[in-house]
């Protein structure tokens, strides 16, 4: 079973930065693309952001581009969600999930074969 952990939420003022972390540890993962997804109370579930195993090709939602930054650490086998200027919108469960099967880019749809329990994020004065 492919095993997605989530960490680093909590609860932070609008403008605050967080920094989450989806950790695959499996090295055979490498190559999977990696997607960020969030989802607030009584809302659709959200494409984030995301990126690619082969090319570290990104994409990003309208509403955080400018704000968060996706990265990869190959040898922690761990992708990361740097999330600057953060808003009250931004709140929600964030939820990493693994695809096999992106290659030349990734896509923010809920198509992703693995995903993890979640993290909560909180925006709020």
């Known amino acids: 079973q492919v095993q997605l952990v989530e960490s680093g939420g909590g609860s932070v003022q609008p403008g605050g930065s967080l920094r989450l972390s989806c950790d695959y540890s499996?090295?055979?993962?490498?190559?999977?693309?990696i997607g960020w997804f969030r989802q607030a109370p009584g809302k659709e579930r959200e494409g984030v952001s995301c990126?690619?195993?082969?090319?570290?090709?990104?994409n990003y939602a309208s509403s955080v581009q400018g704000r968060f930054t996706i990265s990869r650490d190959h040898a922690k086998t761990t992708v990361f969600l740097q999330m600057n200027g953060l808003k009250p919108e931004d709140t929600g469960i964030y939820f990493c999930?693994?695809?096999?099967?992106?290659?030349?880019?990734?896509?923010?749809?809920?198509?992703?074969?693995?995903w993890g329990q979640g993290t909560q994020v909180t925006v709020s004065a």
């Open positions: 499996d090295y055979n993962m490498i190559g999977y693309s």
């Open positions: 990126i690619t195993g082969s090319n570290g090709r990104k």
């Open positions: 999930a693994a695809d096999p099967a992106m290659f030349s880019g990734c896509e923010l749809h809920e198509t992703y074969d693995h």
